[in-house]
Structure formats: structure tokens, C-alpha cells
């Protein structure tokens, strides 16, 4: 057991949810101090309630548990952000600021922030490289490239460990979707495996990066256990898991359940998913630290399928 505390921001969403058992699997129960502005139904292991917007009742927190690393995942997401977008604006930026201003004052080790593909716009062809040019059509993309480069400065001015990944689009089953643009990745199945037809708000051949939960929470823990000197990018890592369209997705769902059904009725959604790069090349995180993704399309869906019918009980 290592001798951390951690504090994970955002505890209850898609990502956070997963990541807090992830964590506790790894340093221990006691560990992990769980933080979102509602409590969750049945909170386990160690919950705080926390605004991210107030930086006093944060610190209060941070120094009540010797907390030694941040993991910060509390934002409004690309398709929801869209509906207000100074509010949206105003929430990731203000909750980043206080994880910064907070760890530096309270000395601690390292800070996690999520970035994502929706940093890169229209002037990205079809492959992001990790230095492309960095040109986000959403309010979301804006606030995590101005973070992404304020964890860069942190780093420089103040020496604080701010690692990050620009994560794609996340799939996993132990939650519902959250509002960003590549959740209908998420969707999909649950609606595929409840005998629902599903109504795409995409076109049938939008192609965008993303990857399965279990892989992404290997990546970002794999990234924050690196040793420090093997960490040369400090505004955000590219990550990649796969590619597809939802026809794709569809395909390979039909290879399990041959009568799912799919619609096409694309929206606002499209334009943002439009402006996003169809695959990421994540070869500097393969360089520095050892990247690798254990799931394909094929294999994700196999899974989600078996989990999602043992959550639904529709196990035979």
C-alpha cells in the first residue's frame, strides 16, 4: 500500500465514479477522499461533500487529510456547455484555478487534469499529432486548452507536478452518459441491449477517437505513477484507444444482438464532432511512459454487452 492520500474533484461523473474504486483498489480504501457537490446514493469509503468553486472549503479539505495528490474532474461537458456557455466557462476555469492556487499552497505532489480531443478544431486534418495547432470550436475545447496551458505554467512558475491526458471519447458501463458529444458511444448500448432502437444524433460514417473505460483508467494512473523526469509534456498527453463511426459501432454490436436497430436524426452534435480530428497519435505517450491499449472495438463491445445485461439483469 503506498503512502498517499488522494482527492479526486468530480467524484460522482463518469469518469470519477470508476476511477475512485480504481484508486482505492490501489492505495486503499482510506485513502481516497471522494469529493462532488451532491452526495451520491450510497456513498462508500470516505465522501466530502465539496463546491469546486469555493477554494476555502477545497483547502479545508486538502489539509483535513494530508491530501498529497489532486485528481481534478469536475467540468460541464461539450454538448451541455454549449447551452451556457459563459456558465460553462466560468465553472472549468474557476474550479481549475482553486485546485492550483490550493495544491501550491498546501504542498502538494501532484495534480491530474483532464483535457480532451476538443482542444483541436478545424485547421486539424484528420490525425491529431500531439502538436498540432490547437483551434477548439466549443466553449468546453476553450476552457481545457486555456487549462492545459496554465498547468504548464504552474509547472514552470511554480514547480507543481500537473500531469494530464486528452482523453477521446470515454466508454464504460458503470454509468449513463454525461453530455458530451461521443457519450452516444455510451448510449448505444444500453439502449441496444434493452431492445431499443437508438436514435443517433450523428451521421452513420462520423468517425471519432475514443476508448474504453478500463483502458483509460490504466492510462491515467499509469501517467500519474511515472517517474517525474519521464514526463516531457506538461500541457496534455494525446491519448488513443480506437476509431469508429457509429455504423461501425452498430456492426459490431449486430454481431452479438443481429436485431439492433439505428436511426440517424443528426443535430447540433454534429457540427461539434465535425470540428474534432478522427484518430490521435498518442506515440509520445507511448515513448515517454509506456502507453499501450489493451481494448479493441470488437472487444469493448463484447464486455459492455455482458456487463450491461448483468446491470439490467437480463442474464439468462
Not at 84 to 89: G, I, K, N
Not at 126 to 144: C, N, R
Not at 151 to 158: A, E, H, L
Request: net charge negative.
Amino acid at each position: 500500500m503506498k503512502a498517499e492520500c488522494i482527492l479526486v474533484i468530480g467524484a460522482n461523473g463518469q469518469i470519477g465514479s470508476v476511477l475512485v474504486e480504481y484508486l482505492r483498489e490501489i492505495y486503499g480504501l482510506g485513502k481516497v477522499v471522494a469529493t462532488d457537490i451532491r452526495m451520491p446514493d450510497y456513498p462508500s469509503g470516505i465522501f466530502e461533500q465539496l463546491d469546486a468553486t469555493d477554494a476555502r472549503a477545497m483547502a479545508d479539505i486538502v489539509r483535513k487529510y494530508s491530501v498529497t495528490q489532486i485528481y481534478h474532474l469536475a467540468a460541464i461537458l461539450s454538448a451541455k456547455g454549449e447551452q451556457d456557455p459563459l456558465r460553462t466557462w466560468h465553472i472549468n476555469m474557476q474550479t481549475y484555478f482553486n485546485v492550483l492556487e490550493v495544491a501550491r499552497e498546501n504542498g502538494v505532489g501532484k495534480v491530474f487534469y483532464p483535457s480532451s480531443i476538443a482542444v483541436f478544431g478545424d485547421h486539424v486534418d484528420d490525425i491529431a499529432e500531439q502538436w498540432s495547432y490547437l483551434d477548439p470550436a466549443t466553449v468546453y475545447g476553450i476552457s481545457k486548452t486555456a487549462g492545459e496551458n496554465w498547468s504548464n505554467y504552474y509547472f514552470k512558475r511554480y514547480g507543481l507536478d500537473i500531469r494530464s491526458l486528452r482523453y477521446p471519447g470515454i466508454i464504460g458501463y458503470q454509468s449513463m452518459p454525461g453530455g458530451g458529444t461521443t457519450d452516444y458511444a455510451v448510449d448505444i448500448y444500453h439502449k441496444a441491449v434493452n431492445n431499443e432502437v437508438f436514435e443517433c444524433f450523428l451521421k452513420p460514417d462520423t468517425t471519432l477517437p475514443m476508448i474504453y473505460i478500463s483502458d483509460a483508467m490504466d492510462a491515467t494512473v499509469r501517467l500519474m505513477e511515472a517517474p517525474a523526469e519521464k514526463i516531457r509534456v506538461r500541457t496534455s498527453y494525446n491519448l488513443a484507444g480506437m476509431s469508429f463511426s457509429p455504423e461501425e459501432i452498430a456492426a459490431s454490436i449486430r454481431k452479438h444482438l443481429p436485431d439492433f436497430s439505428i436511426q440517424y436524426k443528426p443535430d447540433f452534435r454534429q457540427a461539434i464532432a465535425d470540428s474534432w480530428p478522427k484518430e490521435i497519435d498518442d506515440s509520445q505517450a507511448r515513448k515517454d511512459w509506456g502507453w499501450r491499449p489493451a481494448y479493441s472495438l470488437d472487444k469493448m463491445t463484447e464486455e459492455m454487452i455482458a456487463e450491461l445485461r448483468k446491470k439490467y439483469d437480463l442474464v439468462n
